[in-house]
């Protein structure tokens, strides 16, 4: 079976400071991993992907995520945190076995403090 | 011209009752999704559809019955409404293959009483 678990409920960051916010994940076969934001009372947006290739993967607002396959990890980073980068951070994953179905974390809430 | 949009924003009703929520998009995406979002913001699927035919069925109440009249639209129906059911629910859609993005709603807030 699929999952996903992002250890932290919350990361606390200066803002200036780099920040990275943890997930692990279990798939059969290949990951499709998915990094996907929530700001307050809205829907989720999409950060980044990796399906195949670099393991350093580039997205949006400075974002970037390290596949790691070996820790089954894919933990989305940023060197400099701005104060609008606090919101809700999630990580999904998709696989062959899971067809259709992304399974996502709970969650980890970014706060950035000026 | 919002890429996926969602009807009502809010809804609040009492229990017992029976309502629905619309969902569009205009991405000319295949598969489209329901997710419920409970209040400590863990997200689980609960429907989705590729062309108009049910592909994910999660283990939902059926009380709740999605309907896709066609590929751009896919409502969600919910009979006698209980004080569980108060989440917000969000829409979503994608492309159909694994690789792609999946593209969320606004959602719409619902608080049974």
């Known amino acids: 079976a699929q999952s996903v678990a992002q250890p932290e409920d919350q990361v606390n960051v200066a803002e200036g400071n780099p920040l990275t916010v943890k997930c692990t994940y279990s798939?059969?076969?290949?990951?499709?991993l998915f990094w996907y934001v929530q700001y307050p009372n809205r829907g989720l947006q999409f950060l980044l992907k990796?399906?195949?290739?670099?393991?350093l993967v580039k997205g949006s607002y400075g974002f970037e995520a390290e596949f790691n396959k070996s820790q089954t990890s894919f933990h989305l980073k940023k060197p400099s945190a701005l104060v609008s980068d606090s919101a809700l951070y999630f990580c999904?994953?998709?696989?062959?076995?899971?067809?259709?179905?992304?399974?996502f974390g709970a969650g980890t809430r970014l706060f950035v403090k000026a | 011209d919002t890429a996926v949009s969602q009807t009502p924003k809010y809804l609040v009703t009492q229990m017992g009752n029976d309502k629905s929520i619309k969902c569009e998009q205009n991405?000319?995406?295949?598969?489209m999704y329901w997710y419920k979002q409970d209040s400590k913001k863990f997200l689980k699927i609960m429907f989705s559809?590729?062309?108009?035919?049910?592909?994910i069925n999660e283990t939902v109440p059926n009380r709740f019955s999605p309907k896709s009249p066609d590929k751009a639209h896919l409502n969600l129906h919910i009979n006698s409404l209980e004080l569980g059911d108060s989440a917000v629910y969000f829409c979503?859609?994608?492309?159909?293959?694994?690789?792609?993005?999946?593209?969320f709603g606004p959602g719409t807030r619902l608080l049974v009483l």
């Open positions: 979503a859609s994608s492309q159909e293959g694994l690789a792609d993005v999946q593209y």
């Open positions: 798939v059969s076969g290949n990951p499709y």
């Open positions: 990796y399906i195949t290739g670099d393991n």
């Open positions: 999904a994953v998709r696989g062959l076995g899971g067809g259709f179905k992304t399974i």
């Open positions: 991405l000319g995406h295949d598969t």
């Open positions: 559809y590729n062309n108009k035919e049910l592909i």
